[in-house]
């Protein structure tokens, strides 16, 4: 299932998003699968005590690929990232976490799995001109005790802070996430 765009406006200079395709996943616990297919891996940092392998626990999209950050994105993939805040200037770059999206799904698999935590998650992120989220506003959740578990992944995480009109500037960064359990 591919969730659709929710509704996109700007206030005050500060972009705000409602991306519900943004970065959508599923995490399988122990495993983490992403909705996408053909897509680069995300694994494990380390394999489980007693194994060699590391697991794998993600997939992203070709479009999005989880390991990159948003230098290494191509172009056309950043033009396509930017269609998710309305009006957006060629110019303009949206926030984006500083080592790619596959350390957030990592913490994410780890302390969910630990906290029994599933269902569907919509989190925006605001995000400051230093690239430290300062807010999370809580869209869809199962529970605000299972919110609380994702949204402190995506406060700690340091983010590439917006750009606009040349100019380090506050904006969201819109996270979606399904979590299954096995």
């Not at 994105?73 to 950043?78: G, M, P, V």
């Not at 913490?107 to 989220?133: C, M, P």
Request: hydrophobic content about 40%; charged content about 20%.
């Amino acid at each position: 299932m591919v969730m659709g765009l929710g509704s996109i406006w700007q206030t005050s200079n500060k972009w705000r998003s409602r991306s519900w395709m943004l970065l959508t996943f599923s995490l399988l616990f122990p495993q983490v699968a992403l909705l996408q297919t053909k897509s680069p891996d995300v694994k494990e940092e380390a394999p489980e005590t007693g194994s060699r392998i590391a697991r794998l626990i993600g997939k992203s999209s070709e479009r999005f690929p989880a390991n990159a950050k948003w230098s290494e994105l191509s172009a056309e993939s950043q033009a396509e990232f930017r269609t998710q805040y309305e009006n957006m200037p060629d110019t303009d770059e949206p926030p984006y976490p500083i080592n790619g999206t596959a350390p957030i799904f990592q913490q994410v698999s780890l302390e969910a799995g630990r906290a029994h935590v599933y269902g569907d998650f919509v989190i925006d992120v605001t995000v400051n001109s230093k690239g430290k989220a300062t807010k999370v506003t809580f869209v869809k959740y199962p529970s605000l005790e299972a919110a609380k578990v994702v949204a402190y992944v995506l406060v700690h995480t340091t983010y590439k802070p917006a750009v606009c009109s040349g100019k380090p500037c506050i904006m969201d960064f819109p996270f979606a996430v399904r979590l299954v359990s096995q």
